[in-house]
């Protein structure tokens, strides 16, 4: 099934009054289960792409589509309500919040759902039990490793179930084995939950697991390869 | 949670936090302490007037107040006590002659009030018996006068002394009678004391050619709140004809004084407001910026715009509200020792003494005081709040997110 469709999707920064084509007509359709990865130099328009695909940032043309929805017609708080309940972030600096516990931090996007105090400890217990994270829960970020806490960001990424997962240099800011450990963790997750997984990396450690490699340089995709078959 | 999120993100950065809870602790104090000041001394100018002279209710036949003279008197005082003291309100009255006439010792004179009282219920409607400094408290013998220590300053004269009394009688001839100064008085304002002197209802009525009339009535309530419901009830009972007053008519420029300072209050509080306004502008705006990219991490994580702004808003609401209430915490315990032992203003003894106040003021917090800031306060912080969270929900969740 299609997630993501993104239709000629351009996006143009201003840089000292100079246009940068950040992506440049993009054209690019995600499955459910993939365990995709946008590759590229520093540059290259991967993050921006993620950005626009998870509604974090508007293409200046084209169009992104998620479950068939055109995202250029969602008003700002419609545009909330999908990153609420459609996709997960991972970011490459972790962006737990600082003042949560790794349990709260877990619990926070399902009390922007509105759901019950005990559900909501039930299930962010439940998921940090199954990434082996149930130690850390009333720990603050200050108190955990970088890898344990780029664990709990995608406990919290996918707790609300989300059609999708966008990892933006996940691993960057982690040794090999942690970093190795947490692509375990994902690849896990993608095959036993088949939670799909869009990443931005030019880690190889990530490129190597990646099930698809879009690989990109300007603003553009200059290769698109499947690396194991048919999506599951 | 948003509470719990507000409130964690208020102490992240504990010395900031606490510098400007201290000075909207300081603004509250500087204001409560005021307005304490302020309250007591007003209430104690109006309570010292009423309880020199004034009373709660006066009676007087009607024109008095406009001529006070010997031509608008109450014909039958006795026959209005007895009316009064059927109502159950009344705690007690008084009749007094007054009459505006000349004190001259043998070395000076003054213009002063000659009031004839009822030595004894004078007591229970006036604390002119408890303002006596040197002598004693006239009583209904015939010859005793009692003036302030400052009359008897400019006239000269001492305890014992003989002066001479002259008015207006009711007849138009001048009355006059000698008097031995009985006693001196001082009460706490000193130009009431000036030009008030006492001697027996009896005597001064027989001076000014007087039987059994007199000038005023003098009552006091129960419930002073109510003083207006009394009056109104008094009236009615004596058939509307005569004039009714209550102290709030008879002194109207300190009652509106006092009226006027509960509209004047909200200046102090929108100056001490605006001073809050600016610190809580500057404090959330760096609280806001320096969490610029975690709130692109709150809206990438699906948070509202509303929700973010409602946010940022709490924590200013929570710092206005913890800065109040240690404020008013701060300001009870100082007002304890005020409201009990008052406050020693001596230095300013003239001043004070021609205002009426007397050299100890007793401050008082009212209730709405307290209440007041509490609301007044946050609603401030909301308000130099609304700037750095209009600035945080513009942005969208990128440009949060890369902000440095």
Redesign the interface.
């Known amino acids: 099934m299609e997630i993501i469709r993104t239709v000629d999707v351009e996006r143009t920064y201003e840089d000292k009054g100079v246009p940068v084509h950040a992506v440049n007509g993009v054209n690019l359709i995600v499955e459910q289960g993939e365990f995709s990865v946008l590759a590229g130099a520093s540059g290259s328009g991967k993050t921006t792409l993620l950005n626009v695909i998870g509604a974090l940032d508007v293409p200046t043309r084209g169009e992104v589509f998620l479950h068939g929805e055109a995202l250029s017609q969602k008003a700002g708080n419609e545009l909330s309500a999908i990153r609420l309940t459609k996709i997960g972030f991972v970011f490459q600096a972790y962006n737990l919040i600082p003042v949560l516990s790794a349990l709260e931090n877990v619990s926070f996007p399902m009390v922007l759902q509105g759901v019950a105090a005990s559900e909501r400890r039930e299930r962010a217990m439940a998921i940090l039990d199954e990434l082996d994270l149930a130690g850390l829960a009333h720990k603050r970020p200050g108190a955990m490793s970088g890898g344990q806490q780029q664990r709990v960001a995608v406990a919290r990424a996918i707790v609300t179930n989300p059609a999708l997962v966008l990892a933006d240099e996940p691993t960057a800011n982690l040794d090999s084995v942690t970093g190795h450990k947490l692509l375990d963790m994902m690849l896990r997750l993608n095959e036993e939950k088949k939670i799909t997984f869009v990443f931005a990396s030019h880690d190889e450690k990530v490129i190597a697991r990646a099930k698809r490699l879009v690989t990109m340089r300007d603003g553009q995709i200059i290769n698109d390869e499947l690396r194991d078959g048919v999506f599951t | 949670?948003?509470l719990?999120?507000a409130w964690?993100?208020l102490?992240?950065n504990k010395r900031r936090s606490a510098i400007i809870i201290a000075s909207v602790a300081v603004g509250v104090i500087a204001l409560t302490l005021s307005d304490a000041l302020s309250l007591g001394m007003m209430h104690q100018m109006l309570n010292n007037r009423i309880g020199a002279h004034v009373g709660h209710i006066q009676i007087h036949a009607p024109g008095f107040r406009a001529n006070p003279s010997l031509t608008a008197l109450l014909t039958d005082p006795d026959a209005i006590q007895t009316e009064l003291a059927s109502i159950p309100a009344i705690r007690q009255s008084s009749k007094r002659i007054v009459q505006f006439g000349l004190l001259s010792s043998s070395r000076s004179s003054a213009g002063v009030n000659i009031v004839g009282i009822e030595p004894e219920r004078e007591r229970r409607v006036s604390h002119i018996a408890r303002s006596v400094v040197e002598g004693h408290y006239p009583d209904s013998s015939k010859g005793d006068i009692l003036i302030s220590r400052h009359l008897a300053r400019k006239l000269e004269v001492e305890l014992g002394d003989k002066v001479v009394a002259m008015a207006s009688a009711r007849d138009g001839t001048v009355g006059s009678e000698v008097f031995r100064v009985c006693g001196l008085f001082a009460t706490l304002d000193a130009e009431f004391d000036k030009f008030h002197v006492y001697a027996s209802l009896p005597t001064v009525g027989s001076m000014l050619g007087l039987t059994k009339e007199a000038s005023q009535i003098v009552a006091i309530v129960d419930e002073v709140d109510s003083v207006g419901a009394y009056r109104e009830a008094i009236q009615s009972q004596l058939g509307g004809v005569l004039d009714v007053a209550s102290y709030r008519d008879l002194l109207p420029m300190l009652v509106f004084q006092l009226d006027s300072y509960e509209q004047l209050i909200w200046i102090f509080y929108l100056i001490v407001g605006l001073a809050m306004f600016f610190g809580i502008v500057n404090t959330m705006l760096m609280a806001v910026f320096e969490r610029m990219?975690?709130f692109?991490?709150?809206?990438?994580?699906?948070?509202?715009?509303?929700?973010m702004f409602a946010l940022i808003l709490l924590e200013a609401i929570l710092l206005g509200l913890i800065g109040t209430l240690t404020g008013e915490l701060l300001s009870w315990l100082v007002s304890i020792p005020w409201e009990r032992y008052g406050l020693d203003l001596s230095v300013f003894s003239e001043a004070l003494g021609s205002l009426g106040v007397g050299n100890k003021i007793y401050p008082f917090i009212a209730a709405s005081t307290y209440l007041n800031s509490l609301i007044m306060v946050p609603a401030f912080a909301v308000l130099g709040a609304l700037y750095p969270a209009l600035k945080a929900i513009r942005l969208?969740?990128?440009e949060a997110?890369r902000y440095v």
């Open positions: 949670m948003l719990t999120l964690r993100n102490w992240r990219h975690e692109g991490v709150l809206m990438s994580l699906g948070m509202a715009r509303s929700r969208r969740p990128v997110l």
